[in-house]
Structures are given as structure tokens and as C-alpha cells.
């Protein structure tokens, strides 16, 4: 992973070329997650996502993110839990499914949200 910042407080965007990452975002600044195959705008959310070159497991666990991947965007909110499994081939989105919760849970939110003094969205 690569965290990028336009100056040295706030970061603005975290590349992530493979692996996963669970994570919690505040409201208001924009902020991206930029994969091999997409980019997804965040909008004050927590996100997981499983990056891999042919493929990306994402789930919106609650919030708003914007996902643009090749030839498509799409706008996600949830407040519990929206997965999907998007499958890349070239230049083309070739298919996104909805999917099971994998890799994560609601206690592990629940903890990245107290390190930050807040309780997930879910939870209020």
C-alpha cells in the first residue's frame, strides 16, 4: 500500500496494488482508494476490499463511495453491509456481482471507529 498526501497532515488517497484493507473515513474531505482496476471516491464511509489483478471483492460497510473501474461507475451507499465482486479483463469491467460479507465484521469496525472516538454509523 501507498499512502499519498498533498501535504504532510491529511492523507489524501491509499494506492492499494494487492492485499486488503479494512478502513473507517470521517465526513467532509474527499479522500480516494486507488487499486490496479478501480478507484473508489470516498464520502465519509468504512470500506473493506480484497485487491487482486483480475478482480476486487469491495464492500461499502456503511456510508457513501463512488466506484469507478474502466468502463463503469457506480454510486454505492449502505448502512450495513453492501459487497460485491467486480472481474476485470483488459480495458473492460467484464462483471459485477453482489456478494457475501468476507474478511471482516462488525467488531473490527467497531475498534477502528474507537481509535478515532467514534462508533460505527450502524451502531447510532
Not at 22 to 31: A, E, H, I
Not at 93 to 107: L, Q, R
Request: glycine fraction near 6%; proline fraction near 2%; include cysteine.
Amino acid at each position: 500500500m501507498i499512502i499519498e498526501s498533498k501535504d504532510d497532515s491529511i492523507i489524501d488517497s491509499l494506492r492499494l496494488l494487492t492485499g486488503r484493507l479494512l478502513s473507517v473515513f470521517q465526513t467532509g474531505r474527499k479522500r480516494s482508494i486507488i487499486t490496479t482496476n478501480a478507484t473508489i471516491g470516498i464520502r465519509g464511509t468504512a470500506c473493506f476490499l480484497k485487491a487482486l489483478p483480475s478482480n476486487l471483492y469491495y464492500c461499502n460497510c456503511y456510508g457513501k463511495t463512488v466506484l469507478h473501474a474502466k468502463n463503469m461507475s457506480e454510486v454505492f451507499e449502505a448502512t450495513h453491509h453492501n459487497a460485491h465482486q467486480i472481474d476485470f479483463s483488459g480495458d473492460e469491467v467484464m462483471g459485477m456481482s453482489v456478494a457475501k460479507v468476507i474478511d471482516h465484521d462488525d467488531d473490527e469496525l467497531r475498534e477502528l471507529e474507537a481509535y478515532v472516538g467514534r462508533v460505527p454509523k450502524f451502531d447510532q
